[in-house]
């Protein structure tokens, strides 16, 4: 829900896109897979909006877990 709320606030926001794409490539480092290569930002973002609408009580950190594991899944890491 936080990702949704925090939308209103420009700083919020910005602080929340930070966090998401600064733990992904945290997550690209310790598992030695360059996922985050030739995806952008506005389309991890709309993943993440998908994945919140779905997910409203998950973690910001569960959905950059899970968009880790697709992108790993689809680009055959």
Known sequence: GE???NKRSPLL????EDWLLGYLSGL??????DFIT???NASI???TDNFCK???LSGLDDAGNKLA???IRVKKL
Not at 13 to 16: E, F, G, S
Not at 28 to 33: C, D, H, P, R
């Open 3 to 5: 990702w949704f709320s």
């Open 38 to 40: 030739g995806t952008d």
């Open 13 to 16: 926001k910005a602080a929340q």
């Open 69 to 71: 594991t697709e992108l």
């Open 54 to 56: 779905s997910n409203s």
């Open 45 to 47: 973002f709309l993943w």
């Open 28 to 33: 690209a480092s310790v598992t030695a897979k």
